[in-house]
């Protein structure tokens, strides 16, 4: 007799609790569906630098690799030395666009067109990127310093 009145005796869960509740589950699986399941089926186009670019005698080495889903296309590259004035002055060199498919890295070699003058204490380096496919897109920029 007693268990019959210790069953019957139970409650559920009240009504604003289990609104509260619903509604935070709502919320989590929107935030899991945004941060998780929605950029692993977008596409990107993602450039990274590898290794540290070794900066000798007028020749700049720079190591980039496409690290995104789509294929990438470098639209331009400019490296500018910091040698304690204030301004960076632009290395020139020539450069050709081209393109790297997804996962792949290549070394890139300049030889700048002329010396910059002064002790050179930081590089800094902008790689410009688009997507191969699409040629009208506004290129993405991927900039880092280098001490030499």
């Given at each position: 007799m007693k268990i019959l009145k210790l069953y019957h005796k139970k409650r559920a869960?009240?009504?604003?609790?289990?609104?509260?509740?619903?509604?935070?589950?709502?919320?989590?699986?929107?935030?899991?569906?945004?941060?998780?399941?929605?950029?692993?089926i977008t596409t990107s186009t993602k450039v990274e630098f590898q290794g540290i670019p070794i900066f000798?005698?007028?020749?700049?080495?720079?190591?980039?690799?496409?690290?995104?889903?789509?294929?990438?296309?470098?639209?331009?590259?400019?490296?500018?030395?910091?040698?304690?004035?204030?301004?960076?002055?632009?290395?020139?060199?020539?450069?050709?666009?081209?393109?790297?498919?997804?996962?792949?890295?290549?070394i890139l070699t300049y030889?700048?067109?002329?010396?910059?003058?002064?002790t050179i204490t930081k590089w800094r380096v902008t790689v410009l990127f688009r997507p191969s496919d699409d040629a009208e897109a506004t290129p993405s920029t991927l900039s880092r310093e280098f001490n030499p």
């Open positions: 869960v009240s009504p604003i609790l289990a609104a509260i509740l619903l509604i935070g589950l709502a919320i989590v699986a929107g935030a899991a569906l945004f941060f998780v399941i929605i950029p692993m000798t005698n007028g020749t700049a080495k720079i190591e980039l690799k496409s690290t995104g889903t789509k294929s990438v296309t470098i639209t331009d590259i400019k490296i500018e030395a910091n040698n304690g004035s204030t301004t960076w002055p632009e290395a020139q060199f020539d450069f050709t666009e081209f393109s790297m498919d997804t996962g792949q890295g290549d030889t700048f067109d002329e010396e910059i003058a002064g």
